[in-house]
């Protein structure tokens, strides 16, 4: 069966540091991220596409303007940096690669990992539509890829921290008035608050 692929670019900006990095990424910076969104399929719709491009957007790039853009992306022991943060009422992003709590720098190797990851859910209910392959460049001349075939997603990922800040996000988009509280969530509050959403809502 002949696959087919469609691409979708955006950009973010974020902040971040490497810790333990002796050079110059040890310091607070940012860059302006530019990503492109590969998806695969083997079969199109009647008229004439698997998925719109505006879908892709609507969902995949507008999770990444939401979570992402304008934010700090930090490593969960780095606290310095999330006193910063939390000081200033900055909007940050706990990198869960590794579970919570646990160290994970935001390279744009971790970053890429853990987009790719969303990506995977937050498109895993549409048909015979899959990521293929995201790449991001962290500059012009630094780039990193993930590919499908080589990111299974890793055993008992449903329950990792990642997972459960997808479903709150999924939760507050389809309540809008709860959508400003978001960026004061973290990520040690998730698990409680999807639970107590998921009752009151009937959900088991």
């Known amino acids: ?70 934010g700090f992306l930090v490593n969960p022991h780095d606290e310095s940096v999330i006193a910063a943060c939390k000081a200033t009422h900055s909007k940050i992003w706990y990198m869960s690669l590794n579970g919570e709590h646990q160290y994970c720098n935001p390279s744009v190797e971790n970053i890429a990992k853990e987009i790719f990851l969303a990506m995977e859910i937050l498109f895993e209910k549409y048909n015979n539509l899959k990521i293929h392959k995201l790449t991001i460049y962290e500059t012009p001349n630094c780039y990193t890829t993930c590919i499908s075939e080589l990111m299974p997603l890793p055993f008992g990922f449903e329950e990792t921290p990642l997972h459960w800040a997808l479903e709150v996000y999924f939760t507050m988009k389809q309540n809008p008035t709860q959508a400003k509280l978001w960026q004061e969530i973290r990520i040690e509050e998730l698990n409680g608050l999807l639970r107590r959403n998921s009752k009151s809502t009937g959900n088991v």
């Not at 900006?13 to 695969?40: I, W």
């Open 1 to 70: 069966m002949k696959k087919q692929y469609v691409t979708r670019k955006g950009t973010f900006d974020s902040g971040h540091r490497v810790m333990n990095e002796r050079m110059k990424c040890f310091n607070m910076h940012g860059h302006t991220y530019l990503y492109e969104l590969e998806f695969e399929f083997n079969e199109m719709e009647h008229i004439g596409y698997a998925i719109d491009f505006k879908e892709i957007k609507r969902v995949g790039c507008q999770w990444i303007d939401d979570i992402l853009d304008h």
